[in-house]
């Protein structure tokens, strides 16, 4: 296996953004031509205000387990003096990164998903609905073959005020409110909108459930092919939903299985 780190800024001309790879080669021992693997990005929460940790490499060795070429993003935040577009621009980077290095990295390039927590959950969501534009401004290939949504915000409407505030710290109110009325990712969905799978817990009281319920409808109503879990229990940020990242709660174990139908979701495609 090889590890290494793309400094997005120095690529991409962007403010920052640093891609963790974790990309094995074949696993036979005599050689095998044009052998590729699946990606998946991995894009943690924490408000637009810090990359957490907890949402990163417990969620990548499971996919790595399964044969995915694992990547982690650390996107800058608002302490870092940056707000929207730039962590789409920087998530958008990324995947364009793996598509036009796909094999040298052993990556099939019509297979590249990106799962993504809470804000990073906002994140790949804004990437899924708005990979277009950024396309046409950047001049890149970003869209994702489909996504996983794990506890997303989706909405300014959904109840977690402070995403929207780090993410649109430093535009005056007038732009802040003029973004905000665009920001109702649901709203965005189209025909052409990558598949999502997603999931949230009904007891959620950082991020209501109602987010994931909201896009999961406007994937409905678009044709556009979708898998949700409301688990009856659970607080936020759960991650994988195991003991590694949390205290012995006894939903776990129901919870967990997110992962297993999240991977199989990516597999039909």
């Not at 073959?145 to 995403?163: K, R, S």
């Not at 409905?220 to 949390?246: A, D, Q, R």
């Amino acid at each position: 296996m090889r590890t290494f780190s793309v400094e997005l800024k120095k690529l991409y001309n962007l403010a920052g953004g640093t891609l963790n790879a974790y990309v094995s080669g074949p696993p036979f021992d005599d050689p095998v031509e044009n052998y590729k693997r699946p990606a998946v990005i991995i894009v943690a929460g924490g408000g637009y205000y810090f990359v957490s940790k907890r949402e990163q490499e417990p969620v990548g060795n499971y996919f790595l387990y399964l044969g995915y070429q694992v990547f982690t993003l650390d996107y800058l935040c608002a302490p870092d003096g940056v707000k929207y577009p730039e962590q789409l621009y920087e998530l958008s980077a990324s995947v364009d990164y793996i598509r036009k290095n796909a094999d040298s990295l052993n990556v099939d390039k019509d297979k590249i998903f990106c799962v993504g927590f809470s804000a990073g959950g906002h994140l790949v969501c804004d990437l899924a609905v708005e990979y277009e534009k950024v396309e046409n401004e950047l001049g890149i290939n970003c869209k994702p073959t489909a996504v996983g949504l794990c506890y997303p915000v989706i909405t300014p409407e959904g109840g977690h005020t402070d995403t929207f505030n780090n993410l649109l710290k430093g535009y005056d109110d007038a732009k802040k409110a003029e973004i905000l009325s665009k920001m109702r990712l649901n709203k965005l969905v189209n025909k052409d909108t990558p598949p999502a799978f997603i999931w949230a817990t009904a007891s959620d009281d950082c991020v209501p459930p109602v987010n994931s319920l909201m896009y999961a409808q406007a994937l409905s109503l678009n044709g556009v092919k979708f898998e949700l879990h409301i688990y009856p229990t659970g607080k936020h940020g759960l991650s994988s939903c195991t003991e590694v990242v949390n205290p012995p709660y006894p939903y776990l174990n129901k919870n967990s299985v997110w992962l297993k139908d999240c991977e199989e979701f990516f597999r039909s495609f």
